[in-house]
């Protein structure tokens, strides 16, 4: 991500960026906020089913606008970012993560 990659290679790359980032991976069901997930809409998990604000990250603020910035920003020319997987899972509008190739572990 701060190499300046802006696409999402695999699936198991898209649950690393949001665990790193504090991002939901999955979109809020009623059955999660039952076990009281709550998330913003950028996805930033505001509160897990254990209570934590950003998840794993250990985040409590989520960095995806600062992000959304700093990445436009040193682009050539400002060039957006909006159109891209980052900054499609940055904005919380990814379409289908599950369309990006599943990664094989050998």
């Known amino acids: ?24 991976t999955t979109p809020l069901t009623d059955e999660k906020e039952d076990q009281g997930w709550k998330v ?29 910035v700093l990445l436009s920003k040193i682009r050539y020319n400002g060039q957006g970012i909006s159109r891209t997987d980052l900054g499609g899972l940055l904005g919380g509008t990814l379409s289908n993560p599950a369309e990006l190739k599943e990664e094989v572990v050998p």
């Open 1 to 24: 991500m701060f190499a300046g990659q802006l696409y999402i290679s695999s699936h198991l790359d898209y649950l690393e960026i949001c665990t790193f980032l504090g991002l939901s």
């Open 40 to 68: 913003d809409g950028q996805s930033f998990i505001l509160c897990n089913d254990r209570g934590r604000i950003g998840g794993e990250s250990g985040l409590i603020k989520s960095p995806a606008d600062f992000l959304k």
